[in-house]
């Protein structure tokens, strides 16, 4: 299990740590003393989240730019905008030691994007991969789910014309915070619901790079 906590040196920020356990249920027991992806200079990580690709684990996170952003709904939409990259780390067959180096598969788009990329997740169908993350501030009606394709796991990724969930989209309102199912039909994400967030299922359908609901 990967998860994201604040430091004890620094409370503002937060790092991706890892722990395991003998049964899906738990107990689980934190990886080491220290975190697992800890970039505090660039502002953190979080929203890690595994891969299994053909005999290989990844772990795909957002180095947290937004914690050292320049204000705006969500920290990092005054310019001169920070990045929050999303990064792919190679591990071992454990699916906790870092191996090899890690690689920027996407960044936001600044404006469009109100600085912020986030909640990365990956599937991959036949040949190509599919990356989908969201967009924008949670907090307002620009929070969307995206995607982006590659032929590569390490990229380039092509992001679609549009993205797969907006706001207004089947009476959506902000959604975001997808995760998709191994199967690369099943999906999770969640989306504003009376004076809160609510839970949604999706079912897409994925076509070379087109992904339909």
């Known amino acids: ?19 395991t356990a003998s049964s899906v249920t738990g107990p689980y027991t934190p990886v080491g003393s220290t975190a697992l992806i800890c970039p505090l200079a ?3 990580a979080i ?3 595994g891969f299994y690709d053909n005999g290989k684990r990844y772990i795909v996170y957002k180095v947290d730019g937004s914690s050292i952003g320049h ?6 939409d005054v310019a001169p905008y920070v990045p929050t990259p999303l990064i792919l780390q190679p591990v071992g067959s454990d699916g906790v030691t870092l191996q090899g180096s890690a690689t920027t598969i996407l960044n936001h788009n600044g404006a469009s994007d109100q600085g912020n990329l986030e909640a990365p997740s990956f599937t991959k169908v036949g040949s190509t991969y599919v990356l989908f993350f969201s967009s924008g501030c949670f907090t307002g009606s620009q929070y969307t789910v995206s995607y982006a394709t590659s032929t590569s796991i390490t990229g380039g990724y092509k992001r679609a014309a549009s993205p797969l969930f907006a706001t207004g989209v089947n009476g959506l309102s902000a959604p975001g915070g997808a995760d998709i199912f ?3 039909k099943h999906m999770l994400f969640h989306a ?5 967030r609510a839970l949604y299922t999706a079912v897409v359908t994925i076509s070379g790079t087109k992904v339909t609901v």
């Open 47 to 49: 929203d890690a989240a």
């Open 42 to 44: 660039q502002g953190g």
């Open 192 to 196: 504003n619901s009376g004076g809160g």
């Open 182 to 184: 191994r199967d690369g």
């Open 71 to 76: 204000g705006g709904p969500c920290n990092n």
């Open 1 to 19: 299990m990967y998860y994201a906590a604040t430091t004890k040196s620094d409370t503002t920020k937060h790092c991706v740590g890892a722990a």
